[in-house]
């Protein structure tokens, strides 16, 4: 190549002529052409190790309508909040007392002690009249004992379980016959209740179960048992003097059936009913007033008779907090005779609740009068597998009034690794809301690390104001998060949940809340992203 | 990454050896006996010439607004450094355009008929890529849709690539000392074609919440004398096989068969002066073999459905709700590629047009054996417009030297001077050149990348010379 040069240089000064001079100036640069005088290092791209782009990038995230009964569906899974028939979100507590009052509490308890009755006899063995040699001995007596009377007045009753216990002892050695009878007992079988024993030695005791004895009494509860004590021996082998001692008691008596006339039975009414209230306590604080809460109280009597309930207390309670149900108390509940399914009663209802969702126990507490009219009543017939049924039904409508409310919910996140630490600067987080609730949210977002047990970060410098709906129609709220660099993404990306947290307000009061409600969100991002994180020239 | 940098820069610097769309310096090298390639009226200094497959070897690629400083930051000792990826995109132009050109001569003869006439055939391969694109093609990616929020992104592109093999058969004629003609006409065998009739996509952004929109329509034809098959679902993806026997290739040689012509008219008003034009490349090829069409445009596959537009606004809550239920991400991507279906079927024969030119010159010969020469250049490429303008000067040395030096501005590129050496060393005429001597001095400011090379069999050029320049025979 030097040496074309240095021709074509040469020959310059040697030619003479003008078009041989301009070959040499071809020849010169074809020279040039040839050598390849660029930059061999040009394409070599060993050092090629950055990439000059900055691009400005937005996209969207989420576009995502939830109406309240979507919200419901996918975190409530405690029952409690339903949709109204009118579409307003309540919430509804119903609990059923199966059994505040029964009539086999009160049947066995009616008679709770043992009653006995008892007679003795002496006379002399020389008045006994002659039979073939030897004297006839022959005894009778009749043992009358009652039934408490101040309760019932019994006609009849079945015994359910009990037992009579008949004792008798004399001075005769020769053997006797004893004989116990109560016509008013009989069997399952109707035969009477009959005891016959032969008995030597002085002594007889016996022990019969009553279990399904069926019980008639003519008149004031009482009961005839009837003795006889027989025995035919020699004259001599007799003491002069003969005496008997005898008794019979009933032991451990239950009905299953009483028929008569009662007085008014008068049992106290105390039940409680503790309910899971995770949902609610996991995600609201503070306390609302809620209007025109709803509270059904149905009853199902299957005693034969009407009677009265008398409620001292039916109270939401929990926290700290309790709320009662009742405008007044005591409250008297009418309580119809012998109905076969629950019917509503009337219960004077407080026409505004605080309502905690701590609440997480009801308290039910008063007193029941069955038979008010006492033996003023008819023949009643009392069975042991009556009962009185209550079921309670609370439903609180979410027509509030808020005191200080505050929502949270702590939504699992994390596991993002940003795949380089130089990618994404200057990021920008736009959450539009269109807000078709009634209420104000107040919303900042945490990033807690449940490792350290901190809160790394939060989404907004301050809190944002997620404005409610006007006049039904949904306002939009635009909340905008920066993140400058990629340290502060990744703090929050390390971080294992989210902390959502909305302090509730509402511009008037009182606010109504319906599951057709809706909140829109769009998330959307935008960020400067340098080609240089994503594309390592470098590798 | 930086193979695929590299392979790109090595395919671009492979074509330094080639002619670009522009004419080429040889056309105006008197020495060449194939100036009728690019002017059918052209005279030439030869009785006749024979040329095998190194007559005439002609590539090159114009880069359009592509400049190898614009899309690399070097050190001091001149290596790069840094892919400046945004000042590339700024340098580009809202339409851009991008062509490669092979031309190879793999026989061809010529023969004076008579004082008047000149006959020559030749059979060539060769093969033509126009690829026009929008600047946002490649400024969406490297801005960021977020620069596109006042207008949408305009992504167009357009690329016909066509090989064929070429037989013509030209004829000039000198009607008088001041008029004369030439005819061309060519039967054209497609090899392979890459057509697209539409691959437009415009991309927006809402400003307030960014939700894109994008309306986009491809389609595409394809045919090849090989055998092949394309497919896609999106299940399987994209599948391509092809049946490379060679018995099928030759029967299938013949079957995409075309015309085309060539022609032009020389006037010389003066005996120094003459003016010419032509119109070249006038043909079509129809294409038969293994044709296929392609398509694609957005389907009514959901909600992010909109009258014809995709337009995604964020995730629904059903999608939410899905994925946090377990669904893989893949999953909702799969779902999200229904709303982009491509078809791929097999079509019937359809007919693809020649890049056509139409050459506008005037040369004056100033001394003997010394010329200057200014041409201009239409080229209606498939959907792009292509004026250049060429000055040249050609001087011949000793009888033997022919050198060429010419200047030629296209639409995005005025750097082009190009220079042609020749030798003719009795009935051996060995000759080269480029379009863009700056390339070789400094690729980093080229946009034309081009060489043309041959050895060429002729006669007859002293005795023409002599007879043109008879007091002065010899130089």
């Given at each position: 190549m030097f040496f074309c040069i240095f021709v074509a240089v040469i020959k310059y000064y040697a030619m003479r002529q003008f078009y041989h001079r301009l070959f040499s100036i071809v020849v010169l640069l074809t020279a040039l052409l040839f050598t390849g005088c660029q930059n061999q290092n040009?394409?070599?791209?060993?050092?090629?190790?950055?990439?000059?782009?900055?691009?400005?990038?937005?996209?969207?995230?989420?576009?995502?309508?939830?109406?309240?009964?979507?919200?419901?569906?996918?975190?409530?899974?405690?029952?409690?909040?339903?949709?109204?028939?009118?579409?307003?979100?309540?919430?509804?507590?119903?609990?059923t007392f199966d059994s505040i009052i029964s009539a086999s509490e009160y049947l066995d308890s009616y008679f709770n002690h043992d009653i006995s009755v008892s007679g003795s006899k002496s006379f002399s063995s020389v008045d006994l009249p002659p039979v073939q040699g030897n004297v006839q001995l022959l005894y009778r007596d009749t043992l009358t004992t009652q039934f408490p009377s101040d309760k019932v007045l019994l006609e009849s009753a079945t015994l359910k379980s009990g037992e009579i216990a008949i004792h008798v002892t004399y001075n005769i050695t020769q053997p006797t016959q004893i004989v116990v009878t109560c016509p008013q007992l009989t069997n399952s079988n109707g035969q009477q209740f009959r005891v016959e024993a032969q008995s030597v030695g002085g002594s007889y005791t016996t022990t019969l179960n009553l279990a399904n004895y069926s019980l008639t009494v003519p008149s004031n509860n009482e009961i005839d048992i009837f003795m006889e004590v027989s025995c035919n021996?020699?004259?001599?082998?007799?003491?002069?003097?003969?005496?008997?001692?005898?008794?019979?008691?009933?032991?451990?008596?239950?009905?299953?059936?009483?028929?008569?006339?009662?007085?008014?039975?008068?049992?106290?009414?105390?039940?409680e009913w503790d309910f899971d209230s995770q949902f609610l306590r996991d995600h609201i604080s503070g306390t609302m007033t809620l209007l025109n809460p709803e509270v059904t109280c149905e009853i199902l009597n299957s005693f034969p008779v009407r009677g009265t309930i008398v409620l001292n207390q039916a109270q939401l309670s929990g926290g700290g907090y309790s709320a009662s149900l009742l405008s007044h108390s005591p409250a008297t509940v009418e309580v119809p005779a012998s109905t076969t399914q629950f019917v509503p009663v009337n219960l004077p209802i407080a026409s505004s609740l605080l309502l905690s969702p701590d609440y997480d126990h009801f308290k039910l507490n008063g007193n029941a009068v069955i038979n008010p009219d006492g033996f003023s009543t008819?023949?009643?017939?009392?069975?042991?597998?009556?009962?009185?049924?209550?079921?309670?039904?609370?439903?609180?409508?979410?027509?509030?009034?808020?005191?200080?409310?505050?929502?949270?919910?702590?939504?699992?996140?994390?596991?993002?690794?940003?795949?380089?630490?130089?990618?994404?600067?200057?990021?920008?987080?736009?959450?539009?809301?269109?807000?078709?609730?009634?209420?104000?949210?107040?919303?900042?977002?945490?990033?807690?690390?449940?490792?350290t047990a901190t809160i790394k970060d939060s989404l907004f410098t301050s809190s944002q104001m997620v404005l409610c709906a006007q006049n039904g129609v949904p306002r939009l709220s635009e909340l905008f998060a920066t993140k400058e660099n990629f340290e502060a993404v990744q703090r929050m990306f390390d971080c294992d949940n989210i902390i959502l947290q909305a302090r509730l307000t509402a511009d008037e009061y009182p606010i109504s809340i319906n599951v057709a409600q809706a909140i829109r969100l769009q998330l959307s991002a935008r960020m400067n992203v340098d080609l240089n994180g994503l594309v390592n020239l470098g590798n | 990454m930086r193979k695929v940098i590299l392979t790109l820069i090595v395919a671009v610097g492979s074509c330094l050896t080639v002619a670009a769309q522009g004419l080429d310096v040889t056309h105006f090298m008197r020495i060449s006996p194939f100036q009728h390639n690019d002017l059918p009226s052209s005279s030439t200094i030869y009785d006749g010439y024979v040329s095998l497959p190194t007559g005439n070897i002609h590539a090159g690629v114009n880069l359009g607004a592509i400049r190898y400083k614009n899309l690399f930051e070097t050190n001091a000792e001149g290596y790069p450094t840094v892919l400046t990826a945004t000042r590339f995109v700024n340098s580009l132009s809202d339409n851009n355009y991008l062509g490669v050109a092979a031309d190879m001569e793999l026989l061809g003869f010529g023969f004076r008929i008579n004082k008047k006439s000149f006959l020559s055939v030749d059979y060539r391969l060769r093969a033509n890529l126009d690829f026009k694109y929008s600047r946002d093609v490649l400024g969406f990616p490297i801005y960021g849709n977020m620069a596109y929020v006042d207008e949408p992104a305009d992504l167009n592109m357009n690329i016909n690539l066509t090989a064929f093999q070429e037989l013509g058969v030209s004829f000039r004629n000198e009607i008088n000392d001041k008029l004369s003609w030439g005819v061309r006409p060519k039967l054209l065998f497609g090899i392979a074609n890459l057509n697209t009739q539409n691959l437009t996509a415009q991309i927006s952004t809402d400003p307030t919440d960014y939700t894109i929109t994008m309306d986009y329509y491809a389609a595409m034809r394809a045919a090849a004398i090989v055998p092949y098959t394309m497919s896609f679902n999106p299940q399987d993806g994209f599948k391509f096989d092809y049946d490379a026997d060679a018995k099928t290739i030759l029967k299938n040689a013949g079957k995409n068969f075309g015309l085309g012509l060539d022609f032009g008219v020389t006037f010389k008003p003066l005996k120094a002066l003459s003016v010419s034009a032509g119109v070249l490349d006038l043909g079509f090829i129809t294409w038969r073999t293994s044709t296929v069409a392609m398509s694609s445009y957005p389907d009514d596959a959901g909600s992010m459905y909109n009258n014809g537009s995709f337009t995604f606004s964020g995730l629904s809550a059903s999608q939410i709700q899905a994925l946090i239920n377990g669904e893989n991400i893949s999953e909702l991507l799969d779902t999200l590629a229904q709303y982009f279906p491509l078809d791929i079927a097999p079509t019937g024969k359809y007919t693809t047009s020649l890049a056509s030119r139409v050459v506008l010159q005037a040369d004056y010969e100033f001394a003997k054996f010394h010329r200057v020469s200014a041409a201009m250049q239409f080229r209606f490429a498939s959907h792009y417009f292509q004026p250049s303008l060429t000055l040249a000067y050609d001087g011949c040395f000793f009888n033997f030297v022919d050198v060429c030096v010419a200047y030629t501005m296209q639409r995005n590129s005025y750097d082009n001077l190009g220079i042609g050496l020749g030798f003719n060393l009795g009935v051996v005429n060995i000759y080269a050149g480029t379009q863009n001597i700056i390339a070789a001095f400094s690729v980093r400011n080229a946009s034309q990348l081009t060489a043309t090379a041959g050895i060429v069999f002729n006669w007859g050029h002293y005795k023409n010379w002599k007879e043109k320049y008879p007091k002065e025979g010899k130089s």
């Open positions: 040009a394409f070599d791209f060993s050092q090629l190790d950055e990439i000059d782009a900055n691009g400005d990038w937005g996209f969207p995230l989420v576009n995502a309508e939830y109406t309240i009964g979507d919200i419901l569906e996918m975190s409530d899974n405690s029952g409690y909040l339903q949709q109204g028939s009118d579409g307003t979100l309540e919430i509804r507590y119903e609990y021996a020699s004259a001599s082998s007799l003491p002069n003097e003969l005496s008997f001692d005898y008794s019979a008691s009933f032991n451990q008596i239950a009905f299953s059936e009483i028929r008569g006339k009662f007085t008014a039975v008068d049992l106290a009414v105390d039940k008819p023949t009643l017939v009392f069975r042991d597998n009556q009962l009185i049924s209550l079921r309670i039904t609370v439903v609180l409508p979410l027509e509030i009034n808020m005191d200080d409310i505050m929502f949270r919910d702590t939504i699992p996140f994390g596991g993002i690794n940003i795949p380089s630490e130089s990618a994404f600067t200057n990021l920008l987080l736009r959450l539009g809301v269109a807000n078709g609730l009634p209420l104000n949210f107040q919303l900042q977002a945490y990033f807690y690390d449940s490792q | -």
